[in-house]
């Protein structure tokens, strides 16, 4: 026997509003799951973490680093590289101009720090593909 012609009507628009029901549903999940992903330049860095200082002195401490780190980095970049580790060359470099040995150790420090700053984000990469994999692969996941 043939339905009748509302009957049919209601019927396909309630499968018109439980897809686009889904449709929405499945655009929110996305978007929070978005949302909770990190990406590597928003991650939080403590800078306690890097930097040794007694409790309200960070400030001075980091200056006291910034001054003389990059000097000590200079002067031993100047005595393994320049002088080959010969101490008697390296007393014959003129070592009076202190703004261009704390250059050089500078240069090097920034050098060191881009190129480790790029093997972590290398390491975030391969982390994250990692998860996605699992993820993916996981016979055990829920579906949305």
């Given amino acids: ?3 009748p012609a509302h009957e049919n009507d209601n019927n396909n628009s309630s499968l018109y509003y439980n897809s686009v029901q889904d449709t929405k549903s499945y ?9 909770k992903r990190e990406s590597f330049s928003s991650q939080e860095i403590d800078i306690n973490k890097y930097v040794l200082s007694p409790e309200g002195w960070e400030g001075v401490v980091l200056t006291l680093y910034i001054i003389f780190i990059p000097y000590i980095v200079g002067v031993l970049f100047l005595f393994v590289f320049i002088a080959e ?3 008697d060359k390296f007393l014959l470099l003129d070592m009076s101009s202190v703004f261009i040995v ?16 790029f093997l972590s984000f290398l390491s975030y990469l391969s982390k994250a593909k990692k998860k996605n994999h699992n ?10």
């Avoid at 704390?102 to 700053?117: N, Q, S």
């Avoid at 993820?135 to 996941?141: A, F, M, S």
Wanted: aromatic share 12%.
């Fill in 85 to 87: 580790v010969a101490f």
């Fill in 135 to 144: 993820k993916i692969n996981n016979p055990h996941r829920g579906r949305y």
């Fill in 102 to 117: 704390w250059a050089i150790g500078y240069e090097v420090i920034a050098v060191t720090l881009l190129f480790l700053i």
């Fill in 1 to 3: 026997m043939k339905k």
């Fill in 27 to 35: 655009r929110e999940k996305i978007s929070q799951e978005r949302k």
